[in-house]
């Protein structure tokens, strides 16, 4: 693999001709499925491109707390209050494993947050949409962590060992959430026409976002090419958008929901379904900054860490002061 060029019109990925030796056993190592640990050598870019990809990660799973915790007062019984609950803690332990597995590759976690605040690091544009009903949040959970889990199921393959690690307990928990979501969505299906209407809303409103999850079409795509030679991406950004709306088709039929695209059509040929394109100048503006949300999404996350800052210097003071008489002794 490591041998061929390859152009994908976005950016052109290196010849072996083109690496030094260690370069060139290390893309071996990777083409023998080799797992990469912390302590292996690596490229100075193959550092770089798993630390923007891991901490946007991370970062998306602890802002995709915030359009949940909008409803957690307002979900309609105590057993969805509590299920909600219990997502969102699973979201920030997400985050957790992910800071980790970041860590692990020389940067810090103030960094990796302080770059968040600043706006350096992106998360996840799907999250700088508004959760106006109590349907966003079935929504969510069926479409956005359905999205998610066909993101997420390669990464268990990928070839960075804690990255790799790390995304195996998520999916498992990750499959939950979106047979919560979906569950969310039976109830109200199977409510009064009112809920059901809400139902459709919600799918109306949160589709085409959730189809531009996966990213840019490849031909746009600028880290694809190399990240596929790096076996970080197993699968191209159309790849896994067509998987997602091949499985995500008939659950809807399902709800006797109907999925707003008008070009959206079974290909017996190709054995897959067609479906339009999403307003992709809608996404650039969302990924820089202009979405419906972003700078109250920005905003809330940076007031949560001015709020928590005495706890975390309280903690690191009471740690200091219970290590200190233990070096002594060790001394």
Not at 45 to 62: C, G, V
Not at 206 to 234: N, R
């Amino acid at each position: 693999m490591y041998a061929q060029m390859v152009d994908t019109g976005a950016k052109r990925v290196r010849a072996a001709e083109e690496m030094d030796a260690d370069e060139r056993a290390f893309q071996e190592r990777i083409d023998r499925g080799v797992k990469i640990e912390p302590k292996d050598f690596m490229p100075e870019h193959y550092r770089k491109t798993l630390i923007r990809q891991i901490s946007q990660h991370a970062h998306s799973e602890i802002v995709g707390q915030l359009p949940e915790g909008n409803w957690v007062t307002r979900a309609p019984t105590l057993k969805r209050k509590a299920i909600l609950l219990a997502k969102i803690q699973d979201e920030a332990g997400h985050g957790l494993y992910l800071y980790s597995a970041a860590e692990t590759l020389g940067i810090s976690r103030d960094q990796m947050l302080a770059d968040l605040h600043s706006g350096k690091a992106k998360y996840s544009s799907i999250f700088n949409y508004p959760t106006l009903s109590w349907a966003d949040i079935g929504a969510i959970g069926w479409l956005v962590d359905g999205a998610a889990i066909m993101n997420q199921i390669p990464l268990c393959r990928c070839s960075f060992g804690p990255y790799a690690r790390a995304m195996t307990r998520v999916c498992k928990e990750e499959s939950f959430h979106q047979r919560q979501g979906y569950d969310i969505m039976i109830a109200l299906c199977r409510g009064t026409p009112e809920q059901k209407a809400m139902a459709q809303d919600a799918l109306n409103r949160w589709w085409w976002p959730v189809v531009m999850m996966f990213g840019p079409p490849d031909e746009q795509s600028v880290h694809s090419a190399q990240s596929a030679q790096w076996k970080i991406k197993l699968f191209s950004n159309d790849e896994l958008r067509q998987r997602f709306v091949d499985q995500t088709v008939p659950q809807a039929e399902y709800l006797g929901l109907s999925i707003p695209d008008q070009a959206l059509k079974w290909n017996a040929q190709r054995g897959h379904y067609d479906f339009g394109q999403p307003d992709w100048n809608e996404f650039f503006e969302v990924i820089k900054g202009n979405g419906p949300c972003n700078r109250d999404r920005l905003a809330t996350r940076v007031k949560a860490a001015a709020d928590g800052a005495w706890f975390r210097e309280a903690l690191v003071a009471h740690a200091a002061k219970h290590q200190a008489p233990q070096a002594q002794k060790a001394a």
